[in-house]
């Protein structure tokens, strides 16, 4: 993990992840949640902004924010991470934002159906995605273009995907997307489009930049790929004790320890949950938490009794699909879903330490 560019550092600079630590509550606090921005925050008048829904639809339409307020309202908690999570730890490293672990937070989003939406517009026999068109304008891949993704008809029509207004009781702040956005639970982030000024209905597999060309699993350049969709399923624990400065190794007291933390998979519920005190050498089982609904992320424990000694911690997780996450996971060229175990350096001192006064 040598090398980082200026580039990167400018990426990671703008782009914040969540501290491990915040995993401690259900829902995170909104300014912990991680945050991916391909270009920059639009600033948008409310009362100017409408939501234009056209395409191939019987009944395009124009709404406003009380428009889509004076329709069915939903709250869900939904667990959202980038698809890079993990790219730093890639070697080979794939150049772009350069996320370890915390690229992932809970918000308890509230917006209304977008079923009832594209409902309501009609969608045409022959229709085949929508697609989701943001504000924000930039320039990737030499391509001049407004941040937009697509969804097939039948995932948009799914009852869980929510055009939303609110995060943790309060609007959209202007980071995540005011005054509305996608929330699709379930998938990778990017598929949740922010700033959503447009939804056309079309007749054709949608071809833009963040569909066509980012956003794809590919062993090699030539490799056409497939499209990123769902999250994998992944474990991560809050590191224990309290860290070093600068390397941010754990140090704590010998005795009894009570690892925490969250597993979560856009393929259905966490079956299992496990934990290593030996850098993967020997897994046990955690205990998991009641699941806080089918797109939220659910807690597990484990009982660690910690003596004195240098250790590496690791996690790993099962969903109800049966998908494990792997010890190790396979390099691709965007360096998506890297769901490889993390590891967390531990010093554990003799209780008696100057640490533990
Ligand atoms: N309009 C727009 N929508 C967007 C993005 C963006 O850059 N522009 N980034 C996407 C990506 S890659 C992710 S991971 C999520 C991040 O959402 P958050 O910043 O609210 O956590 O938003 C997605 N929606
Ligand atoms: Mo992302």
Same mark, same amino acid.
Request: glycine residues 12%.
């Given at each position: 993990?040598?090398?980082?560019? !200026?580039e990167e550092?400018?990426l990671?600079?703008?782009?914040?992840? $969540? !501290?491990?630590?915040?995993?401690?509550?259900?829902? /995170?606090?909104?300014?912990?949640?991680?945050?991916l921005i391909h270009y920059?925050?639009?600033?948008?008048?409310?009362?100017?902004?409408?939501?234009? @829904?056209?395409?191939?639809?019987?009944?395009?339409?124009?709404?406003?924010?009380?428009?889509?307020?004076? =329709?069915?309202?939903?709250?869900?908690?939904?667990? $959202? +991470?980038?698809a890079g999570?993990?790219r730093?730890?890639?070697?080979?490293?794939p150049v772009s934002q350069?996320?370890?672990?915390?690229?992932?937070?809970?918000?308890?989003? /509230?917006?209304?159906?977008?079923?009832?939406?594209?409902?309501?517009?009609? @969608?045409?026999?022959?229709?085949?995605?929508?697609? #989701?068109t943001g504000?924000d304008r930039g320039v990737e891949g030499g391509e001049e273009q407004h941040y937009a993704r697509a969804?097939?008809?039948?995932?948009?029509?799914?009852? +869980?995907?929510?055009?939303?207004?609110?995060?943790?009781? $309060?609007?959209?702040?202007?980071?995540?997307?005011?005054?509305?956005?996608? @929330?699709? !639970?379930?998938?990778?982030?990017m598929?949740?489009?922010?700033?959503?000024?447009? @939804?056309?209905?079309?007749?054709? *597999?949608f071809d833009g930049y963040q569909q066509r060309e980012a956003y794809r699993m590919r062993?090699t350049e030539d490799d056409p790929g497939?499209p990123v969709?769902?999250?994998?399923?992944?474990?991560?624990?809050?590191?224990?004790?309290?860290?070093?400065? $600068?390397?941010?190794?754990?140090?704590?007291? *010998?005795?009894?320890?009570?690892?925490?933390?969250?597993?979560?998979?856009?393929?259905?519920?966490?079956?299992?949950?496990?934990?290593?005190?030996?850098?993967?050498?020997?897994? *046990?089982?955690?205990?998991?938490?009641? +699941?806080?609904?089918?797109?939220?992320?659910?807690?597990?424990? #484990?009982?660690?009794?910690?003596?004195?000694?240098? #250790? +590496?911690?690791?996690?790993?997780?099962?969903?109800?699909?049966?998908?494990?996450? !792997?010890?190790?996971? *396979?390099?691709n060229v965007g360096g998506y879903?890297? /769901?490889?175990?993390? =590891?967390?350096?531990? /010093?554990?001192?003799?209780?008696?330490?100057?640490?533990?006064?």
């Amino acid at each position: 993990m040598t090398g980082f560019s !200026p580039e990167e550092l400018q990426l990671a600079a703008r782009n914040s992840g $969540m !501290p491990l630590e915040a995993m401690r509550w259900d829902v /995170t606090p909104v300014g912990l949640h991680y945050l991916l921005i391909h270009y920059d925050v639009p600033l948008v008048e409310p009362s100017g902004w409408r939501l234009s @829904i056209g395409g191939a639809v019987s009944a395009p339409c124009e709404l406003s924010l009380d428009d889509l307020r004076g =329709r069915a309202v939903e709250t869900r908690a939904v667990t $959202m +991470e980038c698809a890079g999570n993990g790219r730093a730890r890639l070697a080979p490293r794939p150049v772009s934002q350069p996320w370890l672990h915390e690229a992932v937070g809970t918000g308890e989003w /509230t917006g209304t159906p977008l079923a009832g939406v594209l409902e309501d517009a009609g @969608i045409s026999s022959g229709a085949v995605d929508v697609v #989701f068109t943001g504000l924000d304008r930039g320039v990737e891949g030499g391509e001049e273009q407004h941040y937009a993704r697509a969804l097939s008809v039948t995932d948009a029509l799914r009852d +869980e995907v929510l055009l939303a207004w609110g995060l943790n009781g $309060m609007p959209l702040p202007p980071q995540h997307g005011f005054p509305l956005r996608l @929330i699709v !639970p379930g998938w990778y982030g990017m598929t949740s489009v922010k700033w959503l000024s447009r @939804i056309d209905v079309i007749d054709r *597999a949608f071809d833009g930049y963040q569909q066509r060309e980012a956003y794809r699993m590919r062993a090699t350049e030539d490799d056409p790929g497939v499209p990123v969709t769902r999250m994998a399923p992944r474990a991560l624990m809050v590191p224990p004790g309290i860290p070093e400065f $600068m390397s941010r190794r754990r140090h704590l007291p *010998a005795g009894p320890v009570e690892l925490f933390g969250r597993a979560w998979s856009g393929n259905g519920t966490i079956a299992d949950v496990e934990v290593s005190v030996d850098g993967g050498a020997s897994w *046990a089982w955690a205990s998991l938490e009641p +699941e806080a609904g089918p797109f939220a992320w659910r807690g597990w424990r #484990f009982a660690w009794n910690a003596v004195p000694g240098e #250790f +590496e911690l690791c996690c790993r997780c099962s969903d109800s699909s049966g998908a494990r996450q !792997p010890v190790e996971a *396979a390099w691709n060229v965007g360096g998506y879903a890297n /769901t490889s175990v993390q =590891r967390v350096a531990v /010093t554990v001192t003799v209780t008696e330490g100057p640490l533990t006064r």
